[in-house]
Nanobody, 122 residues
Framework: QVQLVESGGGLVQAGGSLRLSCAASGRTISTYDMGWFRQAPGKERELEAAVRRLGATYYADSVKGRFTISRDNAKNTVYLQMNSLKYEDTAVYYC????????????????WGQGTQVTVSS
């Protein structure tokens, strides 16, 4: 089992930046693919960025060029650097870990954090 705790959310003006962190405990994240999802009110939880064990990355079109996912296995932490934030980025952001190969599917993630709220004011 791995436990995930997100931090770094908050209120920011449009055009600003935030960096989310996801600290893992229980097991090393080096054996997991890691993803950042977000869920806005009334919408489904969607994958926005993911990084594989060996470093390959994925970004949803909505965040490509603005968000950067990274992992520090030594610190057992995954980050999401969010730049040029827009009002529509407002959501609860969740960190998740996957031990199978379905890293681009929500159902492929086995462990979830509790989420951190990001609010972007226009």
């Amino acid at each position: 089992q791995v436990q995930l705790v997100e931090s770094g959310g908050g209120l920011v003006q449009a055009g600003g930046s935030l960096r989310l962190s996801c600290a893992a405990s229980g097991r090393t994240i080096s054996t997991y693919d890691m993803g950042w999802f977000r869920q806005a009110p009334g919408k489904e939880r969607e994958l926005e960025a993911a990084v594989r064990r060996l470093g390959a990355t994925y970004y949803a079109d909505s965040v490509k060029g603005r968000f950067t996912i990274s992992r520090d296995n030594a610190k057992n932490t995954v980050y999401l650097q969010m730049n040029s934030l827009k009002y529509e980025d407002t959501a609860v952001y969740y960190c998740a870990a996957s031990y199978d190969n379905r890293w681009l599917s929500r159902s492929g993630y086995n462990y979830w954090g509790q989420g951190t709220q990001v609010t972007v004011s226009s």
